[in-house]
């Protein structure tokens, strides 16, 4: 479980920061953006403890994560900036849904992503800097920012603050317990349960809502077909 996952993830980081010492930490962040299942919430406490016992700044290990972070997603602002909001729009078509059989679910709608490209025109700042807190989708986040142009150095600021608020705490949590980090580990199984419980009952919700609207539109359509048609 979560506890077997962080005793190697330990060892992973160990051996990132014996090779590239804080860079690793850049590394690490760097990561983590690109691929973003990664669960940071315990790679950053990991960094954190390892500080801790290499008597190192924890504020240097932070900057070294937001600097991590920054790289990870300007390569992600370059690919939306490169690819542009009609390439993206026809993916989405294209592999926005899935059948299972007669059922036909569409996860992401082309209507969903222009509504998401007008708030993030009209909100493009504090939307990065709020997506940069959240698990999963603090590195996506950056596509819709380069699609839509946001400012550069705008799209820095929020990047690096947003980074900084998801780091530093987690950084200076693993700072904090030290030596005593094992005390925490048998914890950690139920977090990681009731993680995947609220994160399946929010896709469940979702397609849901998918499969309730599908219908909604077919009974519609039917009704418009049988109605009868009158002269004049």
């Not at 690793?24 to 403890?49: D, H, Q, R, W």
């Amino acid at each position: 479980m979560l506890a077997d996952f962080l005793q190697g993830a330990t060892q992973f980081v160990q051996q990132i920061l014996g090779m590239f010492g804080v860079p690793g930490v850049s590394l690490i962040a760097l990561m983590e953006n690109l691929f973003p299942p990664t669960p940071s919430e315990f790679l950053y406490p990991l960094a954190g403890k390892m500080a801790y016992e290499g008597g190192l700044s924890p504020l240097v290990v932070i900057a070294a994560g937001v600097t991590g972070s920054l790289i990870g997603s300007l390569i992600f602002y370059t690919l939306g900036y490169r690819l542009g909001a009609a390439r993206i729009r026809s993916l989405i078509g294209r592999f926005g849904h899935f059948r299972i059989g007669k059922l036909h679910v569409r996860f992401l709608s082309v209507q969903d992503y222009d509504r998401a490209l007008h708030l993030f025109e009209r909100y493009g700042g504090p939307l990065v800097f709020v997506a940069r807190i959240m698990p999963l989708v603090h590195g996506v986040v950056s596509v819709p920012a380069g699609v839509v142009r946001m400012n550069l150095p705008l799209f820095i600021l929020y990047t690096a603050l947003g980074a900084a608020c998801w780091i530093a705490p987690l950084t200076l949590f693993g700072y904090w317990l030290g030596n005593r980090w094992n005390e925490v580990l048998t914890w950690l199984d139920l977090y990681e349960n009731l993680w995947y419980l609220f994160i399946a009952l929010v896709v469940a919700f979702f397609l849901w809502r998918r499969l309730r609207s599908g219908r909604g539109h077919r009974a519609t359509l039917e009704h418009g077909i049988n109605q009868p048609t009158h002269g004049i």
